[in-house]
Nanobody
Framework: EVQLVESGGGLVQAAGSLRLSCTTSGFTLDDYSIGWFRQAPGRAREGVACITPNDGKTYYSDSVKGRFTISREKNTVYLQMSSLNSEDTAIYYC???????????????????WGTGTSVTVSS
C-alpha cells in the first residue's frame, strides 16, 4: 500500500524556519516524483515544490523560490522552509506522481497519491 506521511508542522514566528518531512512507504521512491503542496483557508491547493527521482531536479513556485528547499534522502522527502511569513500559513501536503519528471505538480489534481497533511502556522 502506498503511503505518504507528513510531519514537522507547527507554530513558528515570522522570519523563522521549519523543516517538513514526507516519509514514504509501499513504493520505490526512485520511480516517483514527489511534490509539496499547500492549502490555506479559503484558497485552492497550490504546488509549492517538486523533486524528480533520478537526477534530483527541483522546481519551485514563485512564491517560495529562494526561501524553500526540497530534498530527498532514502524514503523521505524534506521541505526546508525559511524566512516564513503569514502568507505561508497553510496545511502542507506531500504527494507522489507516478512519472519521474514532475509533470503534474502545477496541477494538484493530477498527482496520484497524497498524504493527509501537516499544519503550519506563522505568527506575525
Amino acid at each position: 500500500e502506498v503511503q505518504l506521511v507528513e510531519s514537522g508542522g507547527g507554530l513558528v514566528q515570522a522570519a523563522g524556519s521549519l523543516r517538513l518531512s514526507c516519509t514514504t512507504s509501499g513504493f520505490t521512491l526512485d520511480d516517483y516524483s514527489i511534490g509539496w503542496f499547500r492549502q490555506a483557508p479559503g484558497r485552492a491547493r497550490e504546488g509549492v515544490a517538486c523533486i524528480t527521482p533520478n537526477d534530483g531536479k527541483t522546481y519551485y513556485s514563485d512564491s517560495v523560490k529562494g526561501r524553500f528547499t526540497i530534498s530527498r534522502e532514502k524514503n523521505t522527502v524534506y521541505l526546508q522552509m525559511s524566512s516564513l511569513n503569514s502568507e505561508d500559513t497553510a496545511i502542507y501536503y506531500c504527494a507522489a506522481e507516478t512519472l519521474p519528471w514532475c509533470s503534474k505538480w502545477t496541477e494538484p489534481d493530477g498527482m496520484d497519491y497524497w498524504g493527509t497533511g501537516t499544519s503550519v502556522t506563522v505568527s506575525s
